[in-house]
């Protein structure tokens, strides 16, 4: 059974600075793909990063970046030069091994709100 | 740039209603995907669908479920008879392709409806 989770119910961080929001996941799949999800207080579930098992480099999308540490099963995410507009809560999630046409069960974690000082 | 829009944002019903739940994914994608999340809990699957059946669902999708996609761009989803603890934040999500370690694995989410059953 697949499992993610997200340790850290909130995070503070001041604008400018780097942040880290962590993630460990467990899987007996060899093939699967973690993701990283922001979601404002609007609610709406916007797409961040994206990283696959099999991927030699970390993950990076402008400011946001995946530490991906395969042998620890973590998958943190990092937050550079913080913004106010980044104060959300930020899901990781995993998904499934392909097995068949149209499997993609992501499983989520609890999530991380993370609130940006000014 | 192309997204999942979901209408209405926000729904009220009375307990034992029908609820129908639309969705337009974006043009050439052909997996869809419903999430809900309850306030306050992390995003849970309810079921996946891909050339005109269902090819997943979850525990949660149970008779009183069902989706289809009736016209070739509608992706709806239906509550036969509400009940209170159906109320949450229902996510449509859609994907390109199929794949394991490529970026058509990327889901894109809509906005979301807050469904609230009275």
């Known amino acids: 059974a697949q499992k993610i989770t997200q340790t850290q119910p909130g995070m503070f961080v001041q604008e400018k600075e780097a942040v880290t929001l962590d993630c460990t996941y467990d899987?007996?799949?060899?093939?699967?793909?973690l993701f990283w999800y922001k979601q404002p207080s609007s609610g709406e579930m916007i797409f961040l990063i994206y990283?696959?098992?099999?991927?030699?480099q970390n993950a990076t999308e402008g400011r946001y970046s995946l530490n991906f540490q395969k042998a620890r099963k973590s998958a943190n995410l990092v937050i550079s030069a913080s913004q106010l507009g980044d104060s959300a809560m930020y899901f990781c999630?995993?998904?499934?091994?392909?097995?068949?046409?149209?499997?993609?069960?992501?499983?989520f974690g609890k999530g991380t709100k993370l609130s940006v000082i000014p | 740039e192309p997204e999942v829009t979901q209408t209405p944002s926000h729904q009220v019903t009375q307990m034992g209603q029908e609820v129908i739940l639309r969705c337009v994914p974006i043009?050439?994608?052909?997996?869809f995907y419903w999430y809900r999340q309850i306030l306050g809990q992390k995003v849970e699957f309810l079921v996946s669908?891909?050339?005109?059946?269902?090819?997943?669902k979850s525990e949660i999708f149970d008779d009183q479920f069902s989706v289809e996609r009736p016209d070739g761009s509608n992706f709806t989803l239906k509550i036969r008879s509400t009940k209170l603890e159906d109320s949450a934040m229902y996510f449509c999500?859609?994907?390109?392709?199929?794949?394991?370690?490529?970026?058509?694995?990327?889901?894109?989410f809509g906005q979301g409806t807050r469904l609230t059953v009275v």
């Open positions: 043009s050439n994608h052909l997996y």
């Open positions: 999500a859609s994907r390109r392709g199929a794949g394991t370690e490529t970026r058509n694995t990327e889901a894109f």
């Open positions: 999630a995993m998904r499934d091994a392909y097995s068949g046409a149209g499997s993609y069960q992501l499983t």
């Open positions: 899987t007996s799949d060899p093939s699967y793909g």
């Open positions: 669908f891909y050339n005109n059946e269902i090819s997943e």
């Open positions: 990283q696959g098992s099999y991927d030699q």
